[in-house]
């Protein structure tokens, strides 16, 4: 019977290979065979975007929009022209169950004072741009930079196809 060999080369590789670099080996070992064998749990989510929204604001104001919105309880059109309330909000007749859409108009240090201006929605579904809202608003004698209104437009319906882009104007 021929002897074993490997038994001195096993020696000769525990040398080199010290003790002290075992337990990092085992650890990097145990955490690797761990992160695989751990659950992994995929969530879906939805982002939204609104591409597509141009705006064409003078220097008297920002503009924001606020997106598209369920409306909740049918409203009376506000009365024309609005006038300039902080915080407050003007609107075309709002229809319980139709979708509405929401603009936001902050304004800035070039606003003038007691002077009326407009704001034009349009938007584009696929024939083309046509006006979805206007709305008047009058600013007041006495104004302040960094107040906002809510201008709301009623789409006219419950259902729609999404805008490929919409133009929001202020005039």
Partial sequence: MQK????PKAASIRKRFRSRYLLPLLAITFFAVASFAAAVTVTTTTEQAQA???FNVIGGFTAASNGFLVVQ???AASGQPCTWAPAGTCQTALTAGDWYYSV???LNAAASVSTTYTLTVQWNTGAGYVTLGSRTVTTLGSITAGQTMTFLLDTAGTTFTAPAGITITVA
């Fill in 73 to 75: 309880a049918t409203a």
């Fill in 104 to 106: 936001t108009l902050t």
């Fill in 52 to 54: 597509g929204v141009y």
């Fill in 4 to 7: 074993v060999q490997w038994l």
